[in-house]
T-cell receptor
Framework: NAGVTQTPKFRVLKTGQSMTLLCAQD?????MYWYRQDPGMGLRLIHY???????AKGEVPDGYNVSRLKKQNFLLGLESAAPSQTSVYFC???????????FGDGTRLSIL | GQSLEQPSEVTAVEGAIVQINCTYQ??????LSWYQQHDGGAPTFLSY????GLEETGRFSSFLSRSDSYGYLLLQELQMKDSASYFC??????????FGKGTMLLVSP
């Protein structure tokens, strides 16, 4: 009964380092999303995917890259981390664009 | 672009009824959803309105008026566990969701 699983849950990086956040879903959903949430803010869409092998930019894509090589996995990459990317990152999936999104528990990322 | 406005905080007592309003601006409209988030945890889906009117799910109801660009979430028989942040979320295009900044609901005994 896993749903959407995000790894890691916490990470501290130094400015300029790179890392990849992994999202895995076991619901056979076509659509997957990456959001960031900053204090006192709603979630802002970074990138999304409407199926294996596809990706698209969301509201705040700069500084991030994504890949969807397998249907169940959606990876978010930071090539050169910046302090402005300190945030909580949420992954979500849905069966269709107008269906509810199921969220993971988030990754808390701090960049010093 | 798209924008949503909702109150930043609402307080109520256990057993009461509370309404959280949301107004929006968008160039295209697919629907308005509501999500709940406890203490920064995973947001969970509550309700969706694609057409005008009221949708009821247990103690929660959601209303939409497309002509007024307005919706609300109604929570009845409030419980302490309902203390959380509530987000109205606009579907304005293909696979695109825009979240409001959230309303923190504080339920007191």
């Amino acid at each position: 009964n896993a749903g959407v699983t995000q790894t890691p849950k916490f990470r501290v990086l130094k400015t300029g380092q790179s890392m990849t956040l992994l999202c895995a879903q076991d619901m056979n959903h076509e659509y997957m999303y990456w959001y960031r949430q900053d204090p006192g803010m709603g979630l802002r869409l970074i990138h999304y995917s409407v199926g294996e092998g596809t990706t698209a930019k969301g509201e705040v894509p700069d500084g991030y890259n994504v890949s969807r090589l397998k249907k169940q996995n959606f990876l978010l990459g930071l090539e050169s981390a910046a302090p402005s990317q300190t945030s909580v990152y949420f992954c979500a999936s849905s069966s269709a664009s107008n269906q509810p999104q199921h969220f993971g528990d988030g990754t808390r990322l701090s960049i010093l | 672009g798209q924008s949503l406005e909702q109150p930043s905080e609402v307080t109520a007592v256990e057993g009461a009824i509370v309404q959280i309003n949301c107004t929006y601006q968008t160039s295209g409209f697919y629907g308005l959803s509501w999500y709940q988030q406890h203490d920064g945890g995973a947001p969970t889906f509550l309700s969706y309105n694609g057409l005008d009117g009221l949708e009821e799910t247990g103690r929660f109801s959601s209303f939409l008026s497309r002509s007024d660009s307005y919706g609300y979430l109604l929570l009845q028989e409030l419980q302490m566990k309902d203390s959380a942040s509530y987000f109205c979320v606009l579907s304005s295009g293909y696979s695109t969701l825009t979240f409001g900044k959230g309303t923190m609901l504080l339920v007191s005994p």
